[in-house]
C-alpha cells in the first residue's frame, strides 16, 4: 500500500528532476525509486490489512502480483536506455513520470477492494498507456495506434462502469466482498429476481476487464496498437498491463462472484477458446516479429484465464508463476527486438520483421542465446519457467471435474503446439538463416538485465519450487 | 560414488567446457569430445560387466529431492531425481555408449563452428543417456524433450540444403508427440500416491529407510478407505510405484476401478492411447513416420547415426518403461491394433524402401521396417517378443549406424546419395564394398548376425501370442522377404557391373584409416551379438519375466 | 405531468443524439451534442439526482462542449475549395460493425430492464431514500469513506495533464 504513496511522489519528483540539466540521472534516480518502492511493498508480507475504509486490501497474493509488476516495471525501465538521452525530441522525465504512474495504476488493479478504486486504478493505467502508445510523435503508425486505443480503450472502459453500476443496483454494494454477500442475499430472498441486472453487470464487467487483457473477440485492438506503439511501452504494455488486467479478472470474479460461476464461468470458457486459437494461428502468419509478439500475448492471456476459470486454491500460485515467467520472457525478447531492430534500420526505420534476426547468432551470441531462451520459455519447453507455467496451468485445468475443461484442454495443447511453430520462427532466424548484423554494443546494464532475465527464466524453469513455495 | 550421475553429468559439464573455451582451442574440440565418450563408453561396459543378472528390480539407484509443490487441498507434490537401470534400459544405456562414441567418431569431417556442433553434441549424448535412466517420470520427460533441443540445431544449422524445413518438422512432430505424453503424466501425477513418504507423512515411519512392504499395503488399504486426509498425501512422478494399482487415488482418473470415461472412452484406455501415440511418433510407426525421411536426409552423417542409432529406440522403449506397466489391461485389450500398426509399419516401410532412389531415405524407411518388429514384438506380450524386440532395438541401434556411415563414407566423397549414380564400385573400392555388404547382409537378417535374431525372436512371439492372429504375423514375415529385396537389389545396382559413377572425374578412395576405425567395430559387434545372443538376453530376461506379471 | 416531461426529454434527447450520428456537418452536430447533454441533464433532475446534474451542465455543456465549439472552429478547413462552402464534412464508414455493437448493447440493456423486479430490489436491498438534496451526502461522504479515489483521482489528473502537455508541444518533423 505504501508503494501506491511513495510512487505517486517520485512520479512527481522525477518530473523536477528533469529540470536537470542532467538528463543521465533520471534512469538510475527511476531505478531507485522503483526498487524502494518493492521494498516498501514488502513490509506489507503477512499483513492481512484493509486501508482507507475498506478501498485497498493487502495480502500476500496482492504482495506477490505487486512484486512481478514492479519487477516487469523494473526490468522495462532498465532497458529504455534513458531513451536515447541524445535525441533533442524525447523528454524522458514524463516518460518516467508516466511510467511510475501507470505502476500505481497497476498496483491498485491488484489490491482492490472497492469497484471504485478498480475503475480509478484502470483509468490511470489506461490513460498513461494511451499518452505513450503515442509518444513517438513523429511516427504515423505511432499516432494512429494511440489513437485506436483511445477510442476503444474509453469505450471499454464506458463497458466496465455500467456492469459496475448494475450490479451495484442488484447488490447495493461496490466493495467486493459486500458484493459477494448481496449476491448470497438476493439469491436467497429474492429467488430469480436478482437475475437480469446482476447477469449484465458481471458480463459487462467481464468485457469490460478482457478488453483490457485483450482476449478474443476483444483483442482487434491489439495488434495494431502493440506494433504501432514505440517497442519499450510495447513491452510494457504486455506485461504489466495483463498481469495487472489478469489480477484484477481473478479478483474480482473469484471473491465478488464464486456462487454464480455458470453466470460467467461458461462465457468464459468460449473466451478462453477462442482467445487460444485466434491468438496462435493468427500469430503463424505474421511477418514482423513484433507483431507476433503482439498475437502470442493474445493467447497468453488465454492461458492465464485458464487459471482464473479452474477456480481452484492453487489458482493464486498458478496465476503468478505464469505471469512472472511470461513477464521475464516477454521482457527479454523485447530487449532483444529493440537493439536489433535498431541496428538494422533501414532509412531511419527500425526493422522490426523476422529477417532483421538472420545470423544474428555470428556476431551477438549473448544476444541470440537470450532471444532463444525467451522464444523457448514462451512456448513451454522443459527447463524454462514457461515449461512449468504450462505445466501448472494444465494441473489446474484437470483437476477440474468439469467436461468442458477436457475440451479447453485439448484446445490448449493443439495450440501450444501451433505455438511452438512461430516461436522458433526467430530462433531459426537468428542461427540458421544467411544475414549480417553487425556487432551490437550493449551497455553494461543492458547486458546485466539479459543476462538477468536469462538466468531467471532457465533458473526457475530448474526449481520452480524456489518461487512456488512463496506464492 | 554416483556412477549414474557422472553417466549423465560429465557430458553436461564437458559440453559448458567447450561453449565456452576460446578460440584457439578449436582444433582438440573434436578430440576432447571424443575423450569425453569414450569415458562414457568405458563407464557403461563397467555398468554392463557389474550388472546383477539376476534381480529383475531397479540396480545403481540413486534418489535425491528435488522440487517439492505444495498443491493446497490437493496434498504435497513430489518430483525426484531418480536414476537406475534394470534389464530393459542396460542394453539401451550400452548402445547409446557405442553409438555416441562412434558418432563422435564420425564427426570429425565437421568443419564449421566446431565450438557449437561439439557442445550441442556433448548436451545430446548426456540428455539422451539420461532419458534412458531416469525412473522419475517428470524427470524422464525433462530429457525426452530436453534431447530435441540440440538434436534441432545439429540439423538445422549443420544439415542439408533443405534443413530448416527438416529441422522444424522433427521438432514438430515430436513435440506434439510429447504434449500427449505431458498430458498422461500431469494425469498420472495426479492419481499416484508415493506411499513411502506418505507413510512418513502421516507419522507411521519416522525415516525413509523404515519403510516395509507391510507399511506400504498398510498404507495402501488406508487410501482405498479414504482414511489419509488429502492434505497428507504425497503425489509422485516416481515410474517405481505407477505399475500397482494400490497406488492409485481411489478416485482418481487413472484408477483402474473408477471407470472414468472421458470422451465415450475409459480415461485409462485414452492415456494408453496418448502414451502409444507420443512414442509411435518417436519410434516412428506409420502413418506418423513422415518426420523421419526428412530428418535423415538432411542431417550430416553424425546426427543421422544418432538419431537412428538411438533416439528411434526411446520410442521403444517408452512402451517397456511408461504405457505397458502402467497400462497392462489396456495393453492387452488393445494388442491386436498395436501388432497391426507394427505390421503396417514394416510393410509400408519396407515398400518404401524398394521404391527409394536415394540411398539416406532408403535406409531411413528400412528403419521404419525394422522398427516395427520391435512394436510387433511389444505387443503381442509374450516372453520371446519382448526379449526380441529389446534386441531388435539393440541391434538395429548398432546397424544403422553402420549404414549411415556408409553413406556418408560415400557422400562424402562424390556429393551424390541416388543410387543410380553408381555402378560397380566393387572393383574401386573392395574393403567399403565388403563392409556395405555385412551391414546389409546383416540387417535383412542373414543367421549369425544380430539382426537375425531380434526379428526371429520378434517373430516368434507374434506367433506364440494368444492375442494376436496368426495371419498378421504372417504378413509382418513377409517384411523379411522385402527387406532382402530392397537390400539385395541396392547391393547389385551400387557395387556390381562394370565401375561408373555420374558426374565424378576423381578416382574414388577406399575406407580411409578413420572410416575403418569406426566401421569394424561396428561390423564385430553385428557379428558377436549375432552369435552370443545371450550377451544382450541374459539381461533383459529376468525384468521382462517379472514384467509380464503384470499381464 | 411528470410522465409527459419525462418521455418530452427523452425524445429530445434520442432525436439530437440521432442528428449527432447522422448529420455530415460538424458543427451541426456539435450543436446537437449540447441538447443531447441538456436533455440528459433534465432526465438526471427528474429522477432526483440533483448533483449529477449541476455537474452534468457545468461539465459538459460548459466545459467540454464549448471547448469542443472552439475546436471546430480554430481547425483551418482547406477541404471544400469549389463550391467555397464553409464546412467540414466528415464521413462515417464500417457502419454496419458499429450498428451490430450498438444493437447488441441496446438489446442486452433493454432486456435487462425489462425482466429486472426494480420495486421488489428497492424493498429488499436499498434504504428508503429522503428526498432532500444528495449534494451534501455526497460532499461528506467524499471527504470520509471515499477520500483515497478522491485523492488518487489526483494522479489520475496528473498523469493526464502531463500526457496532453507532452502530446500538443510542438515538434519538429
Known sequence: MNAIIALSLFGISNLFLGFLNNRKILLPATLVFILIALGLNFADWNHEYYWFNNMLKTNNLSVNFVTIILLSTFLVVAISRSFGDDDEHSHPAEYYAILLFSAVGAIMMVTFENLIMLFVGLEILSVSMYVLTGSDKRSLRSNEAALKYFLMGSFATGILLFGVALVYGATSSFDIHGIAQGVAKAKEQMGGAYGPLLYSGVILIMVGLLFKISAAPFHFWTPDVYDGAPSIFTAFMSTVVKTAGVAATYRILSISFPSVYGLWGNPLVYIVCATLIIGNITAVYQQSFKRMLAYSSISHAGYLLITVLAKRPETNSSLLFYSLAYAIATITAFAVLMVVSEAQAKNGKADESFEALNGLANNNPLLAFSLTISMLSLAGIPLTAGFFGKFFVFSDAFSNPSSLFKWILVIAILMSTVGIYYYFKPIIAAYMKKGEVAKIELSPLYKFILILTTTLTILLGLAPDLVKNIF | MPILSVLIFLPLIASLVVAFSPDQFKAYFKWFTLGVTAIELAICIYLYQNFNHDVADYQFLEQLDWITLPLGNLGIGSIDYLLGVDGISMPMVLLTGIVMFVGALSSFQIEQKERGYFSLYLLLTGSVIGCFMALDMFLFYLFFEFMLLPMYFLIGIWGGPRKEYASIKFFLYTLFGSIFILIVMIALYLSVVDPVETAVRIGLINDVSEITPQIITEVQNLLKDLKIPSEQIVHTFDLRFMPDAGNFLPDSWLNILSGTQIFSFSARALAFILLMIGFGIKLPAVPVHTWLPDAHVEAPTPVSVVLAGILLKIGGYGFLRIAYPIFPEVATEYAFVIVAFGVLSIIYGAFNALAMNDLKKMIAYSSVSHMGFVLLGIGSLTSEGINGAVYQMFSHGVLSAMLFLLVGVLYDRTHDRRIDSYQGLANKMPLYTAMTAIAFFASLGLPAFSGFIGEVFTLMGGFNSPLIPRWLTAIAAFGLVLGAGYFLWTLQRIFFGKYWVRQFEGTLEDLTFREKSMLYPLAILAFVFGIFPHLIFDLTNATISELLKLF | ?173
Open chain 3, 1 to 173: 405531468m411528470i410522465p409527459f416531461v419525462f418521455i418530452a426529454f427523452i425524445v429530445l434527447t434520442v432525436i439530437s443524439a440521432c442528428v449527432v450520428l447522422w448529420s455530415n456537418n460538424v458543427l451541426y452536430a456539435a450543436f446537437s451534442l449540447l441538447l443531447t447533454f441538456f436533455g440528459i441533464a433534465a432526465l438526471y433532475v427528474l429522477v432526483g439526482a440533483d448533483f449529477i446534474a449541476i455537474t452534468q451542465l457545468l461539465v459538459y455543456v460548459g466545459g467540454i462542449l464549448v471547448l469542443l465549439l472552439f475546436g471546430v472552429m480554430l481547425t483551418n478547413q482547406n477541404g471544400n475549395k469549389e463550391n467555397g462552402k464553409n464546412d467540414i464534412i466528415g464521413t462515417n464508414t464500417n457502419r454496419l460493425i458499429g450498428f451490430a455493437v450498438a444493437f447488441g448493447l441496446f438489446a442486452l440493456l433493454f432486456f435487462t430492464f425489462a425482466k429486472a423486479n426494480f420495486v421488489n430490489i428497492q424493498s429488499n436491498l436499498f434504504e428508503s431514500i429522503e428526498t432532500f438534496s444528495t449534494t451534501q451526502n455526497i460532499g461528506v461522504l467524499l471527504m470520509t469513506d471515499f477520500v483515497l479515489p478522491f485523492e488518487v483521482s489526483g494522479v489520475l489528473l496528473m498523469a493526464t495533464l502531463i500526457g496532453a502537455a507532452y502530446l500538443s508541444s510542438k515538434t519538429k518533423v
